[in-house]
């Protein structure tokens, strides 16, 4: 788990930015101020935050525009934009800036709260897969992109993981000796009904039906071996992105395992 949160705070008003910062430094977080676009574009050269919390409407440089230098500068930054006189237009605008919401002031910061302790969660990605070999070379590429990871090529203990600590993800292979990952993924989802799983194989023949019923099933998707690792991270990564949106209050359409 991060211990701390580093989270800029911008807006104009600088009342509202001291009440913020207050708020979010008590809860254990670093939060630094900034009071315009500007400043908050020149604060995201000199050190990226883990979270940005801004204003739309601001003189100069406001919330939308800065925004779209912010996605240039760090494409993964959550950042949270929020104000009293966002039109509609300029919500659905932001959202497809990448916003991970827009938020209506007076600020609810439970919910910002909610959203931050969710952030401040290590991501962790459990590997099931029965070729200890696999497992080593696929957790040994995911630490290397920043993620915790625990290997498991036993499915009888597959469930234990999830009592020790938080799984963002499983990763699943669909034949594990003489256990079907079918079965494993139905043992999980009977515990944990909406957590992500993306199942893999080497098997694209033989296995298309149990993909298609792992899919039915739930699924997040499948990705065929040997592994296509980007099409890996991007699968965590908009996983990761819809649990962060949904606490936010901003649920996606058909994302119904980003709740877990």
């Known amino acids: 788990m991060k211990q701390t949160l580093n989270i800029l705070v911008v807006d104009d008003d600088r009342r509202m930015v001291k009440t913020i910062c207050d708020i979010l430094t008590v809860k254990g977080c670093e939060a630094v101020p900034a009071y315009s676009g500007e400043e908050a574009l020149a604060a995201i050269r000199a050190a990226v935050p883990d979270c940005v919390l801004m204003d739309i409407k601001m003189p100069g440089v ?3 525009e800065a925004l779209k230098t ?43 709260l909610t959203f931050l302790s969710l952030l401040r969660k ?6 099931v897969d029965d070729d200890p070999v696999f497992c ?16 498991e090529t036993d499915p009888v203990n597959v469930l234990r993981h999830f009592e020790r600590r938080y799984q963002l993800v499983v990763v699943l292979d669909l034949k594990l000796g003489a256990t079907n990952g079918i079965d494993v993924m139905q043992s999980i989802r009977a515990k944990y009904p909406t957590k992500p799983v993306i199942l893999v194989t080497g098997a694209r023949e033989d296995m298309a039906w149990a993909v298609e019923q792992g899919i039915r ?4 998707t499948c990705i065929y071996k040997p592994l296509e690792t980007t ?27 980003a709740t877990e």
């Open 62 to 64: 406001d919330g939308v």
């Open 70 to 112: 912010i996605k240039d500068l760090a494409p993964d930054l959550p950042v949270i934009l929020m104000s009293a006189y966002a039109t509609e237009r300029q919500a659905e605008e932001a959202k497809a800036q990448g916003a991970y919401a827009v938020l209506t002031k007076p600020l609810d910061l439970e919910v910002v």
């Open 122 to 127: 290590e991501q962790s990605i459990l590997v």
């Open 136 to 151: 080593r070379t696929l957790a040994d590429i995911l630490r290397g992109r920043g993620y915790s990871v625990e290997t």
């Open 217 to 220: 099933s739930g699924a997040y």
């Open 231 to 257: 099409m890996l991270f991007e699968a965590i990564r908009d996983i990761s992105r819809s649990k962060l949106r949904n606490a936010l209050g901003t649920r996606e359409t058909g994302a119904a395992w």
